[in-house]
Each structure stands twice: as C-alpha cells, then as structure tokens.
C-alpha cells in the first residue's frame, strides 16, 4: 500500500500490526534558498558551499547546493508524518548522497518498508530521494520502532518564521563604515515643515551631515520652536519660498560650498527643475536617475531598484544611463561587479512588448562595451531575477538570475510600485539617492521611517567622498 502526504489537519499512525512489508509513503518538496539559510541557522554549519554563491561557483558542483542532511531530515519527516507516523522511534539510518541537490530541485522523498521484526516491533524501510530529472540524490535503510497503539493527533501549529538575512544592525553597519570618513556638507532645500527639519539635524546627531538650511529664516524658526528643535550652531540661508531655495541651493552646489543636496518640504519637481537648470552648473553626461537601496528579510543582499522616482518613460538611451548610474552606486558600497537584471513581465523577448526589446539592446551594449563595471542579463520576469528556484524550474541559465544586485525596471510607475511594495509589504529597509548630478540628491519623503532617512544621508556621505577622488 502506498500513501502520499496530502496535507491533511490530521496525523494518523499506522501500527506495527497494520505495516506490511512492501508498504511505502512519499512526499514532495522543492528546495528553496530559504531552506538552506533556515537549515544552516539551525545546525550552525556554514560551509560556504551551502550560503555563498560566489565561493560555490569555484567549486565542482558550480553553484549552491543543500546541506545533505537536509535531505535526510525529509525523509525524518515522511517516518514521523506517514509511515509509520506519530509514535515512531528512530533506531538507526544509512544513508548514501549521490547528486547535489540544487536550489529549485522538486524531490520525491519516499520510504518502502522492507523488513519487519516481530519480538522487538522493528521495521526496516529503504529511504530515497530521487529528484525531477529522475535523479537519485540521496538513498540508505531506516530502522524504526513501530508503534504499537493508534495515534490521531491535529499537526501542530507551528509558529510563523521570518528569515531576516541580514539581522537587526545592517544600518549600525552602514554608520560605522561612513562615521570614519567624517561628515559632508549638505543643502537642506527648504525643510519647513517637522519631519524635513527633524530628518536634517537627525542626520547630523548620526555625524554623517553639516546641514545648511536653505528657506525663509521665520519659518525655520517657527518649526523648530513648535518642535522643542534647536537650531543653535546651524547656517541659515534666508530665502523668501521654497522655489529661491531651490534655486539658491543648487547654487550652493554648482559652486562646490555643499557636497550633497537634501530635499525638504518642497515637490520633487521643484527641486529638480533647479538641479537641471544650467544656471546650476551640476549636470553631467549622464541621465539623471533615482535608485532605491532596499533589504528585505527574503533576500540574503542589498538591492537596488531603478528608476522609480525621476524618469517616467524613459528611452533605451535614458536606461543606458539608469543602468551605469545604479552600477556606480553598486560598486561606491563594495559590490565589485554587480548583477543587472533588466526587468520584464517575461523573460523572452516579444516584439509587442518594448521593455523586452530594450533589455535585449542594454545587454547587447554591455557585451560591446557601451555599459561597463556589471554584469547584465534580460528581459528578466522579477522571480527569475531574484529566485534561484524559479529560474532553476524555467531553465534559464544565467548568473544573473536569481542572484541581481539591481533591477532596472521599465518605467517610473512599476518601479515606484515595485519598491513601495517591498517596502510596506515585503518589510524591506530602504534608502533612496539621485545620481547622474555632480552631487548626490537625497530625496526624502514624509511617509519614510526616521531609519530609510539616515540611510539615505548615508548613501550620500559615501557618493560624496568617492566624488572627492572620482568626479562624475
């Protein structure tokens, strides 16, 4: 008799007297990089072969692979689930591992009783784990004390994990590796309001930032005495409304007094009306450009989205830009040669469809050397850019998938999308930063958390020192 794990509320057992030899019990499972990370968490072996891909592509399996005994302890659960289920007692396992199994492997793990032993109420079963190319990854016997009385009990309910790959301190981190390069001068472009305000002389309390406050002197004043704030010490730049901040802090910029510009309680458009201006002297070759630094729990790195802020529909000229400035900022906070996927709804390429059209050309550029410092790979759907399973399932072959460390969207509204959504439902960590200016923009939003603000003054003290020895 053979029976499968159907996911029923209930466990029942099946006692020694039911068991006949020839019996079996099987499940499936399909093998997610979570499941290495939670296993690694739990048996404290770290072997980079199981949680680096860069270390695993120097190895003979090319690519993460399973903890072995993660395969083994499937077949732990079919023993204590099914067959012969609750009350079964392990006596002894053997076990043999023949293949790797790979992330987005689907595993039949099955048990087949071979041998029963009536005085000591011992069952034998043959163990497998056969994968689905028909692959044998892991084989052995089991020895198991059957129980000898019905058991039905309700699957207990388990508590829900949160796997938060990059722990609590990911912004202590970021503060530390900023702190020892000191603090950079920075516009604040008509923070008249309290949280603009706060978030400048926050950023300053952290030692990344000297703000210099540009907007009307009363109005500043106001805010921070109606929010116990203390402006002893700080420059003042009195200008009459946001639009002469704008303009005066942009000027600030041009002429090298600040190293970063800080948006305040003004519209974006405002601001950047100002930054493009010629009178400004602040652009550049390139494209100006946002990118969202996020982390999420359900990615083991940082990640950046681009563009999600600045550009609405931009052309394949305009992408090539937002590519090579999220690569600049990439490598600024130490990923050598970043992953780009160039995102899509699919990951082939349809004429009807532009965004696939356009990531094919970005690749092909970064293959003639038009893009250079990253690695580019597209049209990408967003689960083959950042699951190894699900690239894995649909065959695509690429070191890219799975693994980007920036995903370009196609235009503003998925990308703000997108982001906002791995923000306030995916529990994703954020900084947001302009590029492609002479300076960094730090565009701050009421709605961002007091963290999201002080990263994104610190993204910009680290674009603003590379910018010392690198000007763009």
């Known amino acids: 008799m053979s029976t499968s794990n159907s996911n029923i509320p209930m466990l029942r057992n099946r006692t020694f007297d039911e068991i006949a030899v020839g019996d079996s019990a099987s499940t499936e499972r399909v ?12 048996s404290g072996d770290l072997n980079p072969q199981h949680l680096d891909p860069e270390f695993a592509a120097t190895t003979p399996f090319q690519d993460v692979v399973a903890h072995g005994m993660w395969g083994a302890s499937l077949l732990s659960a079919v023993l204590g689930n099914q067959l ?13 591992f023949l293949a790797p199994i790979r992330v987005g492997d689907r595993l039949t793990v099955q048990v087949t009783v071979i041998g029963k032993d009536a005085a000591s109420h011992c069952v034998t079963l043959a163990c497998s784990c056969v994968n689905q190319d028909g692959t044998t990854v892991i084989e052995g016997e089991a020895e198991v004390s059957a129980p000898t009385r019905h058991i039905e009990r309700p699957r207990t309910a388990l508590p829900e994990i949160r796997l938060d790959t990059h722990g609590q301190d990911g912004l202590q981190k970021l503060l530390a590796r900023v702190a020892s390069s000191g603090r950079i001068r920075v516009a604040v472009v008509h923070p008249c309001d309290d949280v603009s305000l706060s978030a400048a002389l926050e950023a300053r309390d952290a030692g990344l930032i000297d703000p210099v406050l540009v907007g009307p002197r009363p109005k500043l004043i106001a805010v921070a005495a109606g929010q116990g704030l203390s402006l002893d010490g700080l420059t003042i730049v009195d200008v009459p409304h946001s639009h002469a901040a704008a303009a005066e802090a942009a000027a600030l910029a041009g002429k090298a007094d600040v190293e970063a510009l800080m948006k305040g309680s003004l519209h974006t458009d405002e601001l950047m009306a100002a930054v493009v201006s010629s009178a400004a002297g602040l652009r550049t070759k390139r494209r100006i450009s946002h990118c969202f630094l996020l982390h999420t729990p359900a990615y083991p790195r940082p990640f950046i989205v681009t563009d999600a802020a600045i550009n609405i529909a931009p052309t394949l000229n305009e992408k090539a830009d937002i590519v090579r400035n999220a690569i600049e900022l990439a490598q600024v906070i130490g990923v050598a040669e970043p992953k780009v996927a160039i995102l899509a709804a699919v990951e082939t390429i349809n004429g009807n469809m532009p965004a696939t059209l356009d990531a094919a050309a970005l690749c092909k550029m ?3 050397g038009q893009i250079t410092g990253g690695l580019l790979d597209g049209p990408l759907a967003f689960d083959n850019a950042v699951s190894i399973a699900a690239a894995h399932i649909k065959g695509i072959a690429s070191p890219v998938a799975g693994q980007a460390d920036i995903l370009v969207v196609p235009d503003l509204e998925s990308g703000n999308m997108l982001a906002k959504q791995l923000i306030y439902l995916g529990g994703a960590n954020s900084a947001g930063i302009v590029l492609g200016a002479r300076v960094p923009i730090i565009l701050t939003s009421r709605a961002d958390s007091r963290e999201s603000r002080i990263a994104s003054c610190a993204i910009a003290a680290m674009l603003a020192h590379h910018y010392r020895s690198t000007p763009p």
């Open 31 to 42: 093998l997610m990089l979570q499941d290495i990370q939670l296993f690694a968490l739990q």
């Open 84 to 96: 012969p289920g609750p009350g079964t007692v392990y006596r002894s396992q053997t076990l043999r």
């Open 366 to 368: 970064a293959d003639r």
